[in-house]
């Protein structure tokens, strides 16, 4: 056991939490989380906020946290759940579960300097703690062996994709890289795995652009009408029938852009769970005989603090001769 303290993001270390939340863990990492109450919503209570906001926590679990003084307020003091809801203020919560599924994959440090880290992340494992993964994440795996506790993902990926991700090491450096993304000036190259459609094929390359939105189940995300927020460069790599290696270049960073696209074409990405239909995730029993044939296999950019130009290629492949069961 060992103390280290509470990362709240870029957010500076509140003296009383300081004082009060360094954290005696098991070399696990996990970090304490921070939730802002917005203005335009109205709770009568924060056990009541925090059952809205996050519905797939039992009511009960929250109550044992507020209980044990796991949520706090910013000055580091432990809140009751029947305390007043305060808009537009941040509370502090920890998490715990009492199951969580194993990942059986390992991820691999492909870079690291005195300012970013870049993994090369496997199928299945989640890259920050949500839902029923904490400890087995990219970020708190990453934590436990550097022993950085400043770690922090400048991007994402979906929890179901395997390949690059890349982590700021300093807070005070974070934004600068996050811009980045923000500003379209970082060149992000997929590989997918899919059906090989002749007709699709006579379009490549083709840059495929849609208007996405969330629909009524979070998980999934549909096209709609109206001005195109989403752009996919799509090329053929190789393929074997009935299936095609393709390179996707996203010019655009939507929630599960590429998978849409190639779903919209007739064409779902290989062991797709959600798309087109959305398969109920298996809790703690993962099927991990069948990764999603998606790959974020390099990623470019000009470093803004060293001036370098920078590209990291995945080590993982994915194996067209192997996908045609």
Not at 138 to 153: A, D
Not at 180 to 189: A, G, P, S
Request: with cysteine; net charge negative.
């Amino acid at each position: 056991m060992y103390l280290i303290s509470v990362n709240l993001g870029s957010k500076s270390l509140i003296p009383g939490v300081k004082e009060r939340y360094y954290m005696q863990v098991n070399s696990e990492g996990v970090s304490a989380s921070r939730v802002f109450l917005p203005a335009d919503q109205s709770h009568p209570n924060l056990l009541h906020f925090f059952i809205t906001q996050f519905p797939h926590i039992e009511a009960g679990e929250w109550e044992d946290r507020f209980a044990q003084g796991l949520v706090l307020n910013d000055e580091g003091e432990a809140l009751k759940a029947s305390g007043a809801y305060l808009p537009n203020t941040h509370l502090i919560y920890f998490r715990r579960l009492a199951r969580e599924p194993e990942i059986p994959f390992e991820e691999e440090i492909i870079f690291q300097d005195e300012h970013i880290l870049v993994a090369d992340k496997p199928h299945f494992l989640p890259v920050t703690p949500s839902g029923l993964y904490l400890h087995q994440t990219l970020l708190n795996r990453l934590k436990k062996k550097t022993g950085i506790q400043t770690l922090s993902p400048i991007h994402r990926i979906d929890r179901d994709t395997a390949g690059l991700v890349i982590f700021s090491i300093k807070p005070e450096e974070r934004g600068l890289y996050q811009n980045l993304f923000r500003d379209r000036e970082v060149k992000k190259i997929y590989e997918a795995i899919a059906p090989y459609s002749e007709a699709v094929a006579a379009q490549l390359p083709l840059t495929y652009h849609s208007k996405l939105e969330e629909s009524e189940h979070f998980l999934q995300m549909i096209e709609v009408e109206g001005e195109p927020n989403t752009d996919t460069l799509i090329e053929l790599i190789s393929h074997n029938k009935p299936w095609a290696k393709y390179r996707l270049i996203p010019g655009s960073g939507k929630k599960h852009q590429l998978r849409c696209h190639l779903n919209a074409l007739g064409i779902p990405i290989k062991d797709d769970q959600i798309y087109p239909e959305l398969t109920p995730y298996q809790e703690y029993d993962i099927d991990i005989t069948r990764p999603l044939q998606l790959l974020a296999k390099e990623i470019s950019f000009l470093d803004p603090i060293t001036g370098k130009e920078r590209l990291f290629v995945s080590q993982r492949k994915l194996e067209l001769s192997l996908s045609n069961a």
